[in-house]
């Protein structure tokens, strides 16, 4: 059963910019960003290198603190925070997944997806019901006992979703997720981002630099020197299969 969306905005940004340097040698990666993503939406962030794609994503992550502005994210002004805070705010909130999919060689998928959450001092009970959940959410539980030496590279990057999701976070950022899959693997992580975001309702951010991975998003932000240059629904939006995204096993 779909979950049922709240719309309110879980990612406020007013006026952020984010300097580098000082005097003349300094770079304006984010130049007065002003951006509203509603909790339960899907977006695709782009725009060419530089753009300030990356620097956005940090700030977004809590990695990295803007030098202006206003960013609030699920109704907490995060420039309020310490770096101590905002650390605890990550890791009960936030997850993550990236082009490389950075599974551990010698843990297999479930104790790979189990992990992150024994430093977040969860039980192992629950550690390992919850990563159980993941796995057959994403319709990988089949590899429970297997190593990433295993698995194809679809199939890793699917357990490296599952990694992310366990904890139940409210916000999952992607950064390029595909980048590194030939386009049939690819197809099949962006299919599972769509049935879990479905399922879900779970806000993703996906950073991506090809306009047919974005294309599975509902709306589009593009960057372009620091700057929002553009901000679109998705009228033409690519609908993976769940059965197909979720049951193959490439």
Do not use: C, W
């Not at 010698?106 to 992150?116: D, F, I, Q, S, Y």
């Not at 769509?194 to 960057?223: K, M, S």
């Amino acid at each position: 059963m779909t979950n049922e969306m709240p719309t309110m905005p879980q990612i406020q940004l007013s006026n952020l910019s984010r300097r580098y340097g000082e005097g003349e040698s300094t770079v304006h990666a984010l130049r007065n960003v002003t951006l509203n993503i509603k909790a339960g939406e899907m977006v695709a962030l782009m725009g060419p290198s530089g753009s300030g794609k990356s620097s956005l994503m940090n700030i977004l992550g809590l990695f990295d603190r803007p030098t202006g502005g206003g960013f609030t994210l699920a109704g907490e002004d995060m420039t309020r925070l310490t770096p101590r805070q905002q650390a605890s705010f990550r890791g009960r909130r936030i997850a993550f997944v990236f082009q490389g999919i950075h599974l551990l060689p010698r843990l297999t998928a479930l104790h790979n997806v189990e992990l992150p959450m024994a430093y977040a001092r969860i039980t192992s009970s629950q550690r390992r019901r919850a990563a159980v959940d993941a796995l057959e959410q994403l319709d990988v539980i089949s590899l429970r006992d297997r190593y990433p030496s295993q698995m194809s590279g679809g199939q890793a990057q699917r357990v490296a979703i599952a990694r992310a999701i366990a904890p139940g976070p409210d916000l999952l950022l992607a950064d390029e997720p595909t980048g590194a899959l030939d386009r049939k693997s690819g197809a099949l992580v962006l299919g599972a981002f769509q049935a879990l975001h479905q399922q879900t309702g779970v806000t993703i951010v996906l950073v991506t630099h090809d306009p047919y991975v974005a294309q599975h998003a509902e709306r589009i932000v593009y960057l372009e020197d620091g700057q929002l240059v553009n901000d679109e629904a998705v009228t033409d939006r690519v609908l993976v299969d769940s059965s197909t995204s979720l049951g193959g096993s490439s």
